[in-house]
């Protein structure tokens, strides 16, 4: 995972101010810090409509932390070119807002040294319990659409075991790493800390330079009506590669992808996780749903896609559905659209393989109206699959161990 080191001074400026503005609620004097940029004046106690310092006031050292306070932004534009920190902040929320974040290169601090090696989330929230984001736009500098490397740390949020969050009415586009990161507060001694948890509600990203939603680790947290385009690595991915950093009681409601989601299950215990009502828009040249898991560490609990509709790829190796190591895995009640006709060998409706658990109950494939197939779903000898109900064929499976190399 990017990591999101401190990047000292905070460079955020006003640009554009429009209208009236919000109204600005006044910091403790402990909140503000005096470390402007080279050639930037000296903060004030709280942030005008001339102030350099906003990023500033919101930034919190040492032990002091922002606590209880509402700064509503309606109205206002600000430019944000290295992020802005909260750290350990508790009952705080920031309505509405335009921010732009033109960091097109990793930031380096007035010695010329390169203080984030992977850039900044434009808004970065260490730790922290009831901190709320409502109404807010986000704009980076991305104008690709590819993942880039030196950029990658680049999110528009990045929560680090926040709790209770809120995240609401959200719009954010062009940012060259995810849409929203959620990662574990980490200590070298107790392990897991805390993890993020709490609710997002009405997000939509266009162009994301890494993933859309990232969801390394969580627990109780709920993502309702989210819309999804152009992400570089995937719309979903949950990416826990550690013991450290696995998804509990996760569930998204309301999901519009243009690509797959992915479990990239390196040894976490994940699950329960639920996905009901995604719409996958197109499908492409992988699977639609990729479960990937080492078996170091059993799932903590099931993972299920209900009411949910697929649009399978064209890969000749690929199906539509891959599960690869133990993973309980149902599907049920959802829509399997086949690849475009064109393609001489589409992919089959589900690969269970390496000791995989899955069941899929009461879905239909639709075949194309063009004449375009698919392959009736594979299960290999050390997995299990319980189908029932639906239109899917009956699925091939193997007896044996297969004599190929790279056997399942």
Request: charged share 15%.
């Amino acid at each position: 995972m990017p990591g999101q080191g401190d990047t000292g001074s905070i460079d955020l400026h006003k640009s554009g101010h429009t209208g009236a503005g919000g109204s600005k609620e006044e910091p403790n004097e402990s909140f503000v810090t005096d470390t402007p940029d080279a050639g930037q004046p000296p903060c004030p106690a709280a942030p005008t409509d001339s102030s350099f310092c906003l990023g500033d006031w919101l930034l919190m050292e040492g032990q002091a932390h922002p606590t209880g306070f509402t700064w509503n932004a309606t109205g206002e534009s600000w430019e944000v070119d290295h992020g802005v920190h909260l750290r350990h902040p508790q009952n705080v929320t920031i309505i509405g807002g335009s921010f732009h974040d033109g960091e097109t290169a990793p930031y380096r601090g007035p010695n010329g040294h390169i203080l984030n090696q992977s850039g900044n989330a434009v808004f970065t929230v260490g730790a922290g319990n009831g901190v709320t984001f409502e109404g807010t736009t986000i704009t980076g500098a991305h104008k690709r659409t590819w993942f880039d490397w030196k950029m990658a740390g680049g999110a528009a949020f990045y929560f680090e075991g926040t709790e209770n969050l809120s995240v609401e009415n959200v719009n954010v586009s062009n940012v060259f790493g995810d849409g929203l990161t959620f990662v574990p507060q980490l200590n070298s001694a107790a392990g897991v800390v805390s993890q993020p948890s709490g609710t997002v509600d009405n997000f939509t990203l266009d162009n994301a330079g890494r993933i859309g939603l990232d969801i390394a680790s969580a627990n109780h947290l709920v993502i309702k009506n989210v819309y999804l385009q152009r992400c570089a690595y995937g719309p979903v991915i949950f990416e826990s590669e550690s013991p450290n950093m696995h998804a509990r009681n996760v569930t998204i409601d309301g999901l519009s992808t243009g690509g797959p989601i992915y479990f990239d299950s390196g040894g976490s215990a994940e699950g329960p996780i639920l996905i009901e009502n995604w719409t996958m828009r197109n499908s492409g040249s992988n699977a639609a749903i990729t479960m990937f898991d080492t078996g170091a560490y059993p799932f903590g609990g099931q993972v299920t896609f209900l009411h949910d509709v697929l649009h399978c790829g064209w890969s000749l190796d690929r199906a539509c559905v891959s599960l690869i190591g133990p993973s309980p895995v149902t599907v049920e009640d959802s829509t399997f659209y086949p690849a475009y006709p064109l393609h001489i060998k589409p992919e089959g409706l589900y690969s269970v393989t390496n000791h995989s658990q899955a069941s899929f109950i009461n879905n239909m494939v639709v075949p194309n109206p063009n004449g375009g197939g698919y392959r009736r779903g594979l299960v290999s000898w050390n997995s299990t699959v319980d189908q029932s109900g639906g239109n899917f064929p009956p699925p091939l499976v193997e007896t044996s161990p297969p004599t190929k190399r790279n056997a399942r």
